[in-house]
């Protein structure tokens, strides 16, 4: 512990004879932090003999919890860490209404409740490595959301109501079984990352060049076969993967594309790179990633 950090008024035995207490972090951007990473934890009851009202950072990942309920003791909580647990079952969140932050990833939960859509106020939420085969409509309560982790799931199609989420930045859904391209994405005006890859998508409409304002497009390891020509429409792309598709030939107009500092193509069914191409200031056509994981 350093000069910066000090502990708050009141500590707590619990958890198996841990001492619990809430910290003041100067460093931390939420600084009154309750840190319980790793600590063999396996039910949240013994936490509503903790007085957390000042506390607004909890981070409860890498422990044994498999089910959530009754967080009214955390309403002040703006970051929630809960991944790298077991959880299979959500309830109680609705009472934080305040979260802008919840990162319940690397769990076991195959349906998000209803009441997570209440939480109004979310920038960050990030459900990937779990179970879930879909996702609840109202999903698209979440208007302030800035970044989605949706990795390592199953699922098969995003809810058209993710039209209404107009501040999303960021959108991961590597490793799913997404089928068609979600043309839902098309009218987000603030979309700058898109990352896809590891699906089952065979086309990428020519509705794409509606999304005027995409930085990273990652559409690696489908099953594409042609680049739609409306990618050219997109002015700020700066990264394209298109890597281990079934692509056979590069459009002309790729040549052109000055605004590409990254393509990558490799592992498709191109025979010969045109020349062409060594006219972009910077190329990636042989390098390979595995970006699974949120970073």
């Given at each position: 512990m ?10 707590y ?25 790793d600590?063999n ?25 498999k ?30 209404k ?7 990833s ?23 490595d779990?179970?879930?085969l ?7 309560n ?30 991961y ?22 990352l896809l ?30 680049i ?11 990264i ?32 010969n790179f ?10 990636k ?11």
């Amino acid at each position: 512990m350093n000069d910066r950090t000090k502990i708050l008024k009141n500590e707590y035995t619990l958890f198996n004879n841990e001492k619990i207490y809430v910290q003041e972090i100067d460093h931390y951007h939420y600084k009154f932090v309750l840190d319980l990473y790793d600590k063999n934890i396996k039910d949240l009851s013994e936490l509503k003999f903790v007085n957390l009202s000042k506390c607004n950072n909890v981070i409860l990942s890498v422990n044994y919890i498999k089910i959530i309920e009754n967080f009214n003791g955390l309403r002040n909580v703006l970051n929630l860490d809960l991944s790298c647990n077991q959880i299979y079952s959500i309830e109680g969140l609705d009472c934080l209404k305040n979260l802008e932050h919840l990162q319940i990833s690397q769990n076991r939960i195959k349906e998000i409740p209803v009441e997570v859509c209440e939480l109004i106020n979310i920038s960050t939420l990030n459900l990937s490595d779990n179970q879930l085969l879909s996702l609840p409509d109202c999903i698209g309560n979440l208007t302030k959301i800035k970044t989605f982790g949706l990795n390592g799931n199953r699922l098969k199609a995003l809810p058209t109501s993710f039209q209404n989420l107009i501040n999303l930045d960021t959108l991961y859904v590597f490793h799913n079984q997404i089928e068609e391209f979600p043309e839902v994405l098309c009218s987000l005006p603030k979309l700058s990352n898109l990352l896809l890859g590891y699906n089952k998508i065979k086309t990428v409409p020519e509705s794409i060049g509606c999304m005027p304002f995409i930085h990273q497009l990652k559409l690696s390891s489908n099953l594409i076969k042609r680049i739609p020509e409306a990618i050219a429409d997109l002015k700020h792309l700066r990264i394209l993967d298109l890597s281990n598709n079934q692509i056979k030939k590069i459009p002309e107009f790729l040549y052109y594309q000055t605004n590409l500092s990254s393509l990558k193509l490799s592992g498709n069914l191109i025979s010969n790179f045109p020349k062409a191409l060594g006219n972009m200031e910077m190329r990636k056509l042989g390098d390979y990633e595995d970006p699974r994981y949120w970073d």
